[in-house]
C-alpha cells in the first residue's frame, strides 16, 4: 500500500470539496428552472429514494462493524416487525421503536 504525504492528502481532501461544491453549485442553480412537479423533479425524487434504499439494503445485508456481529435472521426480525407496525399504524417513530425492540429481543433469544 502506498504512503500519501502531508501534502497530497490535503490535496486529495481539497478535490473532494471542490468536486462536491461544484454538483452542489450547479444544483442550487438549475433547481430554480426545473418545475417542483414536473417529470425532472420526479425522476430526480425517484433517484433519491433508489440510492437511499441501494445504501441501507446493502448496511442491512453486509454490516460492517458492531451490526456485523448479529445475525440476518435477527435483523430481518427487526425490519419485518418495523414494517407491520408502519403497514398497521402509519406512525413512523411506533415503528421505529417497534422493529428496534424486536431486533434487540431476536439478538437476545434468537
Not at 430526480?44 to 445504501?55: E, I, R, W
Not at 419485518?80 to 408502519?86: I, T
Request: aromatic residues 12%; contains cysteine.
Amino acid at each position: 500500500m502506498e504512503h500519501y504525504s502531508f501534502f497530497q492528502s490535503w490535496l486529495a481532501v481539497l478535490c473532494a470539496i471542490l468536486g462536491t461544491l461544484i454538483w452542489r453549485v450547479a444544483g442550487v442553480m438549475l433547481a430554480s428552472r426545473i418545475p417542483a412537479d414536473g417529470p425532472m423533479m420526479g425522476w430526480v425524487n425517484t433517484m433519491a429514494y433508489a440510492l437511499v434504499a441501494a445504501v441501507l439494503l446493502l448496511i442491512f445485508v453486509h454490516p460492517i462493524g458492531v451490526l456485523a456481529t448479529t445475525n440476518l435472521d435477527q435483523r430481518v426480525v427487526g425490519l419485518a416487525a418495523g414494517l407491520v407496525m408502519m403497514f398497521f399504524t402509519k406512525r413512523l417513530i411506533l415503528s421505529l421503536f417497534c422493529g428496534v425492540g424486536a431486533f434487540a429481543l431476536a439478538i437476545e433469544f434468537i
